[in-house]
């Protein structure tokens, strides 16, 4: 019996979007088997904390799962993302594109990554056209500053995430 074809989707998911949910549900149309690597990357200075962000992207992908027959399983990683494909057994690595800006950053990590281990592939997956616009840095922002992120993110999320802005903003006062 032929291994199970692994893919990695990684990122911070700080908050998970509905667009990484778009292309999480395409990717687990490629694949056997889908890590999705949540990145612990304190740098960006994370609303939530990891295991937070863990369980919601667990929570908001158990439906993607189920309707896909994909294997789809959630892990923190820290460290470089190749060493984490290895580990999981990836033989690939899936990274959404949502506009020409994301490309050059995007094609210089994936000359870096392939170099590292020419054996992992990277495949980009474009955004939905509904998804492009998306980021979790936007809806941060938004709703940080009152605005409805009700059509960025699901229902779960949602609620976290203005719980979590509202926490702050009482700590602050």
């Not at 899936?94 to 592939?121: C, K, S, W």
Request: with cysteine.
């Amino acid at each position: 019996m032929p291994s199970p074809k692994t893919g990695l989707y990684p990122g911070t998911f700080d908050p998970v979007t509905n667009g990484h949910l778009d292309v999480i549900a395409r990717a687990a149309r490629l694949v056997d088997r889908l890590v999705v690597g949540v990145a612990i990357n304190a740098g960006k200075g994370p609303l939530f904390p990891l295991e937070e962000r863990v369980e919601l992207v667990r929570a908001e992908t158990d439906r993607i799962a189920a309707r896909t027959g994909c294997d789809v399983v959630v892990r923190p990683f820290t460290g470089l993302l190749v060493g984490f494909a290895r580990e999981v057994g990836a033989q690939m690595i899936l990274r959404g594109l949502r506009a020409v800006t994301d490309f050059d950053y995007e094609f210089q990590m994936t000359g870096m990554n392939h170099r590292l281990d020419p054996e992992i592939e990277t495949v980009f997956l474009m955004a939905s056209e509904t998804n492009q616009f998306i980021s979790s840095r936007f809806v941060k922002e938004i709703a940080q500053l009152g605005g409805d992120i009700s059509s960025f993110v699901p229902p779960l999320t949602l609620d976290r995430t203005l719980a979590r802005v509202q926490s702050r903003k009482d700590a602050a006062e």
